[in-house]
C-alpha cells in the first residue's frame, strides 16, 4: 500500500497540480490526498496487527471491534480511490 502511495504522490499528482495551474484548490486537494494516505497506512498497520493475533490465536481478541475496524477501512479505502477515480484520473484522462 505504501508503494502505490508514493508513486500516486510522485507521479500522478504533480500532474494533477500541473493539470489545474497549480493552483490553491489543487494544493488543498493534494495534502488532503496525501494525508488520507497516512491515516490509511495506520489503519492498515492497526488491521494487520489484529488480524495476525486472530491467525495465531484462531480467535479475535475482540471480534467486534475487528468487524469494526474492517468496515471503517474498506469504507474510507472505496471513498478515497472513488474520489481519486472521479476527479484526479478524470482530469488526467485524454479527451475523447
Not at 20 to 48: F, M, P, Q, W, Y
Amino acid at each position: 500500500m505504501a508503494k502505490i502511495h508514493r508513486f500516486e504522490e510522485r507521479r500522478i499528482f504533480p500532474h494533477f497540480c500541473v493539470r489545474l495551474g497549480h493552483s490553491a484548490k489543487a494544493d488543498k486537494t493534494v495534502e488532503r490526498l496525501k494525508n488520507e494516505h497516512l491515516e490509511d497506512e495506520g489503519s492498515a498497520a492497526e488491521l494487520r496487527d489484529a488480524l495476525r493475533f486472530a491467525a495465531r490465536h484462531g480467535v479475535a481478541d475482540n471480534p467486534e471491534m475487528l468487524g469494526f475496524m474492517l468496515r471503517g477501512y474498506f469504507g474510507a479505502v472505496r471513498r478515497h480511490v472513488a474520489f481519486e477515480r472521479d476527479h484526479v484520473i478524470a482530469l488526467l484522462a485524454p479527451p475523447g
